[in-house]
C-alpha cells in the first residue's frame, strides 16, 4: 500500500524514476559523510559503513564506495586530522525500480574540479 501511495506522487516513466532515485541515493552520501573525520585507520570502516547505510535504501541493488586514501595524511598532533572531502569519494552505486536498472557514480573530475553525479547507463530489466 505504501508503495503504491509513493508511486502515484511520481509522473514519470519508470526509467526516469530509476535515475531519479539513484540521485537521490548520491546526493544523500555527499551531504551525509562530506566533513566526517578520518584517518587511515578509520577509511575502510567509513567505506563500508557508507555502503550498508545506502543499500537499505529503497531500490538500492548494489554500491561500491572508495575513498582515495592518497588524500590521507599522517596526523600531527592532537588537532590535525582529515575530514572527507568530495574530491576523496568514488561512488558506484545500481538502482532498480520495476523494469529499469540505473547505473550511477560519483567522482572526483579533475578537468572541472568537481565531484561529479552521474548516470552511467540505463536498462530495461
Request: hydrophobic share 40%.
Amino acid at each position: 500500500m505504501r508503495e503504491r501511495k509513493a508511486d502515484s506522487y511520481f509522473s514519470c516513466s519508470d526509467r526516469e524514476r530509476a535515475a531519479f532515485e539513484a540521485g537521490i541515493k548520491l546526493g544523500a552520501i555527499y551531504h551525509q559523510f562530506v566533513g566526517v573525520p578520518l584517518s587511515s585507520k578509520s577509511v575502510e570502516t567509513l567505506e563500508k559503513a557508507i555502503e550498508a547505510g545506502s543499500r537499505v535504501q529503497p531500490f538500492v541493488e548494489d554500491v561500491k564506495v572508495r575513498i582515495d586514501r592518497r588524500k590521507l595524511r599522517a596526523k600531527h598532533g592532537v588537532y590535525d586530522y582529515v575530514s572527507l572531502s568530495g574530491d576523496m569519494l568514488d561512488v558506484s552505486l545500481v538502482v532498480k525500480y520495476r523494469q529499469a536498472r540505473a547505473r550511477a557514480s560519483m567522482k572526483f573530475i579533475s578537468e572541472i574540479n568537481y565531484p561529479l553525479m552521474f548516470i552511467e547507463d540505463i536498462s530495461e530489466v
